[in-house]
């Protein structure tokens, strides 16, 4: 087996992937923490024979874990951000600055699409784009839903958003505290995300294909404006192409890598920008 770890500030995803079949037999999450339990936080390491990690967790979280895998299991793969990988230049001017998460997820996205624009909808909401040709322009970040919740401090940080909510009921001035702040910090979200994505695209003269991932990823793409898609394990994907241990994985297949969606013509991006800053 292989297992898969995609290691947050706050929230720490994992799967177990079959090495023969490349199917994913299990998968979960826990919080972030420095002294992993193999049979709870994470499955019993005596049926696992490689490991991949991302992690943008604190040094000594990633040294504790990669410590503790080492005793236990034969190959333990850590993720870097690097220069250069698979066709994809960092755009940072320090690369190994970039969080490995976006990177991951550049890189996947970049391999599935050949270009995109790669969201991550965790702890903070980031926004990164590669051009047709690998090259990384770099991105933003802004904060993510529950951070800005946070940051209101109005006891309401226990009631989330419904991720099954429709978008027209989410951009509707709220009767209530709680639905006034959920509004709020939705509309800031997608407003963000869309106005970045369309000023990107004008910019450098071409409508790239969009991917979302992350805990809020279903919930911001109700409010998306163009075509996009949700994919869950990008920053997974981001791994299996940066170390292929399957044989579906050698040959370039990521497990659960969507349909790549076609975006909309660059001529109606700049039209809707255009449009939006007249108002």
């Known amino acids: 087996m292989i297992l898969d770890l995609d290691i947050g500030n706050t929230l720490s995803k994992w799967r177990l992937k079959d090495a023969d079949s490349s199917e994913i037999r299990s998968r979960g999450a826990v919080w972030t923490r420095e002294e992993w339990r193999p049979g709870a936080d994470i499955p019993d390491l005596d049926v696992v024979e490689a490991v991949r990690i991302s992690s943008v967790a604190r040094k000594a979280v990633l040294e504790e874990t990669v410590a503790l895998l080492h005793r236990r299991v034969g190959t333990v793969h850590v ?29 996947a996205g970049y391999q599935l699409a050949g270009g995109c624009c790669a969201v991550d909808c965790g702890s903070a909401i980031t926004v990164d784009f590669v051009l047709p040709g690998g090259r990384h322009l770099g991105g933003y970040i802004l904060p993510g839903l529950r951070l800005m919740k946070e940051s209101l401090k ?24 709680v639905e006034a702040v959920n509004h709020g910090i939705y509309m800031a979200a997608v407003s963000a995300v869309n106005r970045i994505y369309s000023e990107v695209c004008d910019q450098q003269g071409v ?10 990823a279903r919930v911001v793409s109700r409010g998306i404006q163009v075509p996009h898609t949700v994919w869950p394990d990008m920053v997974y994907g981001g791994l299996e192409a ?3 241990l399957t044989a579906a994985e050698r040959s370039g297949r990521m497990s659960g890598a969507p349909r790549v969606p076609a975006p909309v013509a660059l001529e109606k991006i700049r039209a809707a920008l255009a449009f939006s800053m007249l108002l």
């Open 242 to 244: 940066c170390f292929p």
């Open 154 to 177: 109005l006891g309401t940080r226990n009631v989330a958003i419904d991720p099954d909510s429709e978008a027209e009921e989410l951009l509707e001035p709220g009767r209530r505290t």
């Open 79 to 107: 993720a870097r951000s690097t220069a250069e990988a698979l066709g994809v230049t960092n755009g940072y001017e320090e690369p190994g600055k970039l969080g490995v998460d976006r990177w991951m997820g550049a890189l």
């Open 207 to 216: 409508a790239l294909p969009m991917m979302l991932t992350g805990g809020d």
